[in-house]
């Protein structure tokens, strides 16, 4: 699968956008932002079930009354059960999501995931007739490296040296903001063509589901607009990083992995109008 820029490329522009966006967020977040966030439990239950329950259920529905190939089915549900995509808590906040919430939110998927993962694998196996498996140590390795290490680090460097983290809070923010456009952009040049190959019946697939997941965390984030918006684009937006973990591990087929890189350009595609009509509410109502 190629593109108009090396996958080399796109790979090294995701991994500066993950420790960047999730250090700059660790700066300015104080650990005792993520307890009040369990201060009234009701809306970090309601997204965790959105993330974790209701949206791949909504895969399910959504890729078998596509009468999807097998193999393409496997790829979008593959997506729809990789919860705690690190851009997730950057878009959020970045379109007024709950400042305080959304990262609370954002840890528990994260910490989560070790669980949901391989129970989620286990049912697929049921539904398909395969025989995949991932263990949590090997799902928990992917986020704490990739999402639980660099908030850390910004959040101890806050406790540690706040007039230092107060300083350079503000041009991390930025450059994790523009290295997020820029890692879209090269995506969508490198995973072009693969998107384009997978077909139309996948792309409405991945579009559908990403809708889907959209509208129920919009309406399970409860009435305050913040937090609806959270839970909306953390329930939207898949880790592609646990996905490819699973596909590598078990060698899935070539078409799997096509269907789940369709599935990241399409749904960051399909995001983004909702995150820019959730910014400007947001905007309008300070």
Known sequence: MTGLVPQWLFTACAAATVFTVMFGIGLGLATG????????????????????????????????????QPLEQVGVV???IAPGA????????????????????????????????PLSIAALNEIYGAHASVLPAQVMRQVLLAQLLPLGLGIGLRRA????????????????????VATLVVGVATLGEATVRAGSGVLAGCALTTLAALCIGHLLGGPEPATRTSVAIISAARNPG???????????????????????????????PYAVWRHRAGALAR
């Not at 305080?100 to 989560?112: D, E, K, R, S, Y």
């Not at 078409?255 to 369709?262: F, G, N």
């Open 161 to 180: 040296f706040p007039l230092l983290a107060a300083r350079i809070e503000r041009p991390i923010a930025r450059a994790g903001t523009a290295l997020l």
């Open 78 to 80: 593959l997506m729809a």
């Open 33 to 68: 932002d993520v307890r009040r966030a369990w201060g009234a439990p009701g809306p970090v239950l309601r997204g965790l079930f959105s993330v974790l329950v209701a949206v791949p259920a909504l895969a399910l529905v959504i890729v078998q009354a596509l009468a999807l």
């Open 86 to 117: 690190p851009v997730a808590l950057r878009r959020s906040l970045d379109a007024s999501g709950h400042a305080a919430f959304a990262p609370g939110l954002q840890i528990c998927v994260a910490v989560l995931a070790a669980l949901s993962m």
């Open 242 to 272: 646990l996905a490819l973990l699973v596909a590598t591990l078990n060698a899935a087929p070539p078409q799997v992995t096509a269907t789940v890189l369709a599935y990241l350009v399409v749904s960051a595609l399909v995001i983004t």
